[in-house]
């Protein structure tokens, strides 16, 4: 088979695709868990298992590499006299909570009233998932994202909303399915100003 590589010097034949090495104490630690867990990590099945964890932790945390505020560094100050809300809602992200390293899934609605500088809009959900994409708990994710809009570009105000579900409560513990966690982050005018906090909800569709 002839593989095709922008890198012939560094093409290793063993791994065409270029993915990351898991070092072998890296690895050790996913078979004592599987071990740990109750099952044999020799076996077949699990034997390629420690690599594939090892890669997929990496991108899970992400977000660890990046300092989520470069997304806002692009800043647009001529928006044609627009002083209304921008909102980004329905933002599907994945997270993974620091205390059991189980999944959270959910979305989020990210909203802000510009003081001249605006971003483009899919910046919004990259700064979420800058944040999310590092071991988290559900409030400090909402408050981090509210928080880097507000020193980033200085809005009038900030309101960020996230409804997700916990892999630690619906596949461990009370087992509970469905149950959604509401998490919100309100600052500046939306918090002092008891119309704009209904206007940006009401947008939300809260
Ligand atoms: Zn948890």
Redesign the pocket.
């Known amino acids: 088979m002839n593989y095709v590589c922008a890198h012939d010097d560094e093409f290793d034949p063993d791994n065409p695709l270029g993915k990351p090495d898991v070092p072998e104490h890296v690895q050790d630690a996913i078979r004592t868990l599987l071990e740990w867990a109750g099952d044999d990590p020799a076996r077949e099945g699990l034997l390629d298992t420690p690599k594939r964890v090892g890669r997929a932790w990496l991108e899970y945390c992400e977000g660890y590499k990046e300092d989520p505020a470069i997304h806002l560094t692009r800043q647009f100050t001529e928006v044609g006299g627009y002083d209304e809300i921008v909102l980004l809602k329905d933002i599907p992200f994945q997270s993974h909570?620091?205390?059991?390293?189980?999944p959270?899934t959910g979305k989020a609605a990210i909203a802000y009233l510009p003081n001249k500088k605006v971003v483009g809009i899919s910046k919004l959900a990259r700064v979420l998932h800058g944040y999310a994409h590092r071991l988290q708990i559900q409030e400090r994710l909402t408050a981090e994202v509210a928080q880097c809009i507000w020193d980033n570009l200085e809005p009038h105000g900030v309101a960020v909303v996230i409804e997700a579900q916990?892999?630690?409560?619906t596949g461990r513990g009370v087992k509970t399915h469905g149950v959604e966690m509401v998490t919100s982050r309100i600052l500046g005018c939306f918090l002092e100003d008891h119309r704009s906090r209904k206007e940006v909800m009401s947008l939300m569709g809260y």
Do not use: K, V
Not at 97 to 102: D, L, P, T
Not at 166 to 169: E, K, N
């Open positions: 909570c620091e205390h059991h390293m189980a959270i916990h892999g630690c409560m």
